[in-house]
Structure formats: C-alpha cells, structure tokens
C-alpha cells in the first residue's frame, strides 16, 4: 500500500504498543513480526497461522504504530467482524464497520470517520462486496493516495475473486 512512514518502528516499540494495547507482558509469536514488519514498510504478504495463532494480531498492530493510519478488513464474516470489532473498541481502539448489519445512518458516519484528517478510525472492517462498493471505493482509494490506508488485510482466502 505504499510506504507508511514507519522505518523507524522497531520490534522492541512495537512490542511496547502490544503490551499497552492488549495488556499483560505480550510478546510476539513466531512469524508475528516478520508479517508486521513488512506491513510496516509497504510490502505486500501472505500470511498463514493456524486457527488461534494470532493472525488477526498481524493486521491490527500496524495502524497503531503509525500515527494517522487506519488498516481495511475484508471479512465475508459479519459476526466475525463485529466480534472483532467489540474486542478492539474495548480496549479503547477506534474500529467499526461497514456491513448491512448496520443501520445506513451507522455505516454513513463511519465514512464520515474516514474522511476525516487523520482519518478518525484506525481499523475498518467491511464484506467483500462494501469493500468495492461505489460510495466506499472512492474513498478508500483517495485514502490509499494519501498514504493513510496503511495495509488491507483480507481475513478470510474465500474473499479472493479478483
């Protein structure tokens, strides 16, 4: 997605943030970091972790380490994303969704989060189909442009058609 500019993030301040966000004294697991790193500068990559293994982890800790940055999750999974979500506002993260489980005066203000300088929202979570929608893809490309989309994340392969 480009280069946020977060050459300077190293594993030791990234564990800091892990600590302080999720609580207790959180270390990485193997290949945590690695797919946080690439992220981090701009590098696409796939990244396989079994069922508990702490992917989601690998998407969600980058926006918080770059300052004005927000992270797009695609999830075909309506009571995954909400899950997710709740689990993230909990602990103080600003994250939403866009999903016809939402109210269309719910999904309109979190476009307005987005447009926002910085963007009001670190992590936004939408379907595949939200995702290319005509009022979100716009957005989310003049986003992209201006290097505050920091990664996509696609949580689930089955997304994958195009």
């Given at each position: 997605m480009g280069e946020p500019s977060s050459s300077s993030v190293t594993r030791a301040t990234a564990e800091a943030t892990l600590t302080r966000t999720f609580g207790d004294d959180r270390h990485f697991r193997a290949g945590q970091w690695e797919a946080i790193d690439a992220a981090l500068r701009g590098q696409d990559s796939c990244v396989f972790l079994a069922t508990g293994a702490g992917k989601s982890l690998c998407y969600q800790l980058p926006p918080l380490l770059v300052p004005g940055t927000f992270?797009?999750?695609v999830s075909p999974l309506l009571a995954l994303m909400e899950e997710q979500v709740a689990a993230l506002r909990s602990l103080g993260v600003a994250a939403a969704s866009i999903s016809s489980a939402r109210s269309a005066?719910?999904?309109?203000?979190?476009?307005?989060l987005l447009q926002a300088k910085p963007p009001g929202l670190?992590?936004?979570?939408?379907?595949?189909?939200?995702?290319?929608?005509?009022?979100?893809?716009?957005?989310?490309?003049?986003?992209?442009?201006?290097?505050?989309?920091?990664?996509?994340?696609?949580?689930e392969a089955l997304c994958i058609s195009q």
């Amino acid at each position: 997605m480009g280069e946020p500019s977060s050459s300077s993030v190293t594993r030791a301040t990234a564990e800091a943030t892990l600590t302080r966000t999720f609580g207790d004294d959180r270390h990485f697991r193997a290949g945590q970091w690695e797919a946080i790193d690439a992220a981090l500068r701009g590098q696409d990559s796939c990244v396989f972790l079994a069922t508990g293994a702490g992917k989601s982890l690998c998407y969600q800790l980058p926006p918080l380490l770059v300052p004005g940055t927000f992270v797009l999750v695609v999830s075909p999974l309506l009571a995954l994303m909400e899950e997710q979500v709740a689990a993230l506002r909990s602990l103080g993260v600003a994250a939403a969704s866009i999903s016809s489980a939402r109210s269309a005066s719910e999904n309109r203000s979190t476009r307005e989060l987005l447009q926002a300088k910085p963007p009001g929202l670190t992590h936004l979570y939408v379907s595949p189909e939200l995702a290319v929608h005509s009022k979100l893809l716009p957005l989310l490309a003049r986003l992209a442009q201006t290097k505050a989309l920091c990664c996509v994340a696609v949580d689930e392969a089955l997304c994958i058609s195009q």
